[in-house]
């Protein structure tokens, strides 16, 4: 089992650009999250879903969107890239919601110029 | 919404010393406290974690004690290695939905 995949690994973006990062989960978890890591700051959480076609907002949502078609992807839309979404991108999965473990992908570092 | 402060944001310790790590939370709701460990350009990991009904739970060299009634919870690492050497995240989940996460602590063993 593969786990949690991100991809890309790392990614440069002019300001105004958009793109999409991926995540898949092999785990068949419910709860899927992104979170972004900023120094400093620890993580914070851009939006979550609960299953299949249920998506909410978490603390900083502004600038993300998302969408859960399927129980294993969950991508995160950047629309119109800018500076502060310089970060690295977490993807994570849980069981059943967040009282369990939280398992991570390995990570996008973005970096908007 | 809830609110983690972590404390301290580094530590250094001597190799097979005591490191601990503290935390406050905001929200009397919260009931599941997770630590994350995360090395360098890695991803974050679970090493231990709490319900809001027990007070301390150990894992070898690692404890981790909760008092609600204060709000705040602690990562007790003994015995520490260099491999121990790693960045420390508390976390606490008020809704079942979600984490907050504190701002972590760079823990450094000094061989």
Not at chain 2, 12 to 17: F, I
Not at chain 2, 29 to 38: E, I, M
């Amino acid at each position: 089992n593969a786990g949690v995949t991100q991809t890309p690994k790392f990614q440069v973006l002019k300001t105004g650009q958009s793109m999409t990062l991926q995540c898949a989960q092999d785990m068949n978890h419910e709860y899927m999250s992104w979170y972004r890591q900023d120094p400093g700051m620890g993580l914070r959480l851009i939006h979550y879903s609960v299953g299949a076609g249920i998506t909410d907002q978490g603390e900083v949502p502004n600038g993300y969107n998302v969408s859960r078609s399927t129980t294993e992807d969950f991508p995160l839309r950047l629309l119109s890239a800018a500076p502060s979404q310089t970060s690295v991108y977490f993807c994570a999965t849980n069981d059943r919601g967040g009282n369990t473990e939280a398992f991570f992908g390995q990570g996008t570092r973005l970096t908007v110029v | 919404g809830e609110n983690v402060e972590q404390h301290p944001s580094t530590l250094s310790v001597q190799e097979g010393d005591s490191a601990v790590i503290k935390c406050t939370y905001s929200d009397s709701a919260s009931n599941y406290f997770p630590w994350y460990k995360q090395e360098l350009g890695k991803r974050p990991q679970l090493i231990i974690d709490i319900r809001s009904n027990v007070g301390e739970k150990k894992d070898q060299r690692i404890a981790v004690t909760l008092n609600k009634t204060a709000k705040h919870f602690s990562l007790h690492i003994t015995e520490t290695q260099p491999e121990d050497s790693a960045v420390y995240f508390c976390a606490a989940d008020n809704t079942g939905n979600q984490f907050y996460f504190g701002t972590g602590t760079s823990l450094t063993v000094i061989p």
